[in-house]
């Protein structure tokens, strides 16, 4: 089944020829159409000539560094907000904050991964932000969180449990990030009551207080509480989004 059309057009900027007709082609067989450039000067004019939905970068372009391309639609008010997906053979550099900022596939890349970054980048595009749910006493935590999500997701914040009950009963979340200690119970409750009532909504435990079997296995994902853990929480609650938005 597809899942773009063609008023959906993506940019490739890639200089390797062989590496970039790939790209076209998985994307063309999800429906994505797209326009293959290999320099900077024409990744930059490709993407101020007409309204792309993002940009696939590579980093290694034919005249120069394939940087140069964000940081030039970054500073343009017309090209800022389009969303970049980096393509690299290096790992990851977690100094990227750039507003436009998707995410990072590292080659040789699976192509499940780089349509699941292109779904990520779209739906931003389209403005459609992933509403997650943060659940946690400590506001210092939740402007961390909101902080490492970088524009990637609408962010809403509770402090205690009836405050989260109050939220999810006026508007569904796509995600819920979940702390266990909270003022008034424990956020164990509210996972047994949303495993009853919504068993398909995604839930990340993220918490200091050390998690049981039982807790463990209502839970998506758990992680232990640290800041150094806020960059692998936001990959982690906006990939399950993703999965779960492309098996519809």
């Known amino acids: 089944v597809a899942d773009g059309d063609r008023s959906t057009r993506l940019l490739i900027c890639e200089d390797d020829a062989d590496a970039g007709y ?57 090209t800022r907000r389009l969303p970049v997906i980096i393509i690299s053979g290096m790992p ?17 890349f699976d192509p499940p991964r780089l349509i699941q970054l292109v779904q990520r980048a779209v739906r931003r595009s389209g403005e459609r932000k992933a509403v997650i749910l943060h659940v946690d006493d400590d506001d210092d935590t939740r402007e961390l969180f909101s902080a490492a999500l970088a524009g990637r997701g609408a962010l809403l914040g509770a402090a205690t ?42 839930i990340v435990v993220y918490s200091a207080q050390e998690v049981d079997a039982t807790t463990r296995s209502l839970a998506d994902a758990v992680l232990v509480k640290s ?16 999965r779960k938005a492309a098996a519809g």
């Open 22 to 78: 790939t790209i076209q082609s998985i994307l063309s067989a999800h429906g994505y159409a797209s326009d293959l450039v290999t320099t900077v000067r024409d990744g930059i004019a490709h993407a101020r000539s007409q309204p792309y939905s993002a940009v696939l970068l590579d980093l290694t372009l034919a005249d120069s560094d394939g940087m140069e391309v964000m940081r030039a639609l970054s500073a343009d008010k017309d």
């Open 92 to 108: 990851a550099q977690h100094e990227i904050d750039a507003e436009a900022y998707v995410g990072w596939l590292q080659k040789p």
């Open 161 to 202: 449990l009836s405050a989260a009950r109050s939220i999810i009963t006026t508007r569904r979340p796509d995600a819920i990030v979940l702390d266990l200690g909270l003022p008034d119970g424990s956020g164990r409750e509210l996972l047994e009551h949303i495993r009853k009532t919504d068993p398909a909504l995604s």
């Open 227 to 242: 800041r150094r853990a806020l960059p692998r929480l936001a990959s982690t609650v906006l990939e399950m989004i993703d």
